[in-house]
T-cell receptor, first 112, second 115 residues
Framework: QKEVEQNSGPLSVPEGAIASLNCTYS??????FFWYRQYSGKSPELIMF????GDKEDGRFTAQLNKASQYVSLLIRDSQPSDSATYLC????????????FGSGTKLNVKP | GAVVSQHPSWVICKSGTSVKIECRSL??????MFWYRQFPKQSLMLMAT?????????EQGVEKDKFLINHASLTLSTLTVTSAHPEDSSFYIC???????????FGDGTRLSIL
């Protein structure tokens, strides 16, 4: 079982819709959760991080964390074609800050 | 904030050449830096983790003598690919994080092509 699982996609949504990206993790002791966006041929860039159960909003992005169910999701409201990218989920524990587990990413296509 | 600069962006060189890639944290102190390699349409692959002033910790299967990592200061780490061969051609990406519970911030990556 992988530490972090993501559906590889592609997830296709029409422009203006809400894109919902999901990530599950196996280590119940995970405490930090990160979402990165990676455009084709580019390096990942940090979008959001979340530590506590519940929702965290930043502009059009909302991260949702449910530790009991061991999943974290990223919602993108009013999706734009420029949001088309691969979204990577990463988790780590506070007793080992340097050990990050990355998912393999979900490819999102936003169609005009 | 949290800007990581990586140079060069592109390198094309002949087989047998050694190539050095620099990774700098511009506005924070990077207690830990990471080096990744990514082949086309594949996932990030962690090569090594380095803490300032310490030897790097390499992932299984990564040759220490071929991929030399130096993390001499809190703002600079270098990766040297020694005696590079065509199979070393890849996209190399560094990242850095500050102390405590901080996320990784990635550099723009270096595309290495060995002829």
């Amino acid at each position: 079982q992988k530490e972090v699982e993501q559906n590889s996609g592609p997830l296709s949504v029409p422009e203006g819709a809400i894109a919902s990206l999901n990530c599950t993790y196996s280590d119940r002791g995970s405490q930090s959760f990160f979402w990165y966006r990676q455009y084709s041929g580019k390096s990942p860039e940090l979008i959001m991080f979340i530590y506590s159960n519940g929702d965290k909003e930043d502009g059009r992005f909302t991260a949702q964390l449910n530790k009991a169910s061991q999943y974290v999701s990223l919602l993108i409201r009013d999706s734009q074609p420029s949001d088309s990218a691969t979204y990577l989920c990463a988790v780590n524990r506070w007793d080992n800050f340097n050990k990050f587990y990355f998912g393999s990413g979900t490819k999102l296509n936003v169609k005009p | 904030g949290a800007v990581v600069s990586q140079h060069p962006s592109w390198v094309i060189c002949k087989s047998g050449t050694s190539v050095k890639i620099e990774c700098r944290s511009l506005d924070f102190q990077a207690t830990t830096m990471f080096w990744y390699r990514q082949f086309p349409k594949q996932s990030l692959m962690l090569m090594a983790t380095s803490n300032e002033g310490s030897k790097a910790t390499y992932e299984q299967g990564v040759e220490k003598d071929k991929f030399l990592i130096n993390h001499a200061s809190l703002t600079l780490s270098t990766l040297t690919v020694t005696s590079a061969h065509p199979e070393d051609s890849s996209f190399y990406i560094c990242s850095a994080r500050g102390p405590g519970n901080q996320p990784q911030h990635f550099g723009d990556g270096t595309r290495l092509s060995i002829l």
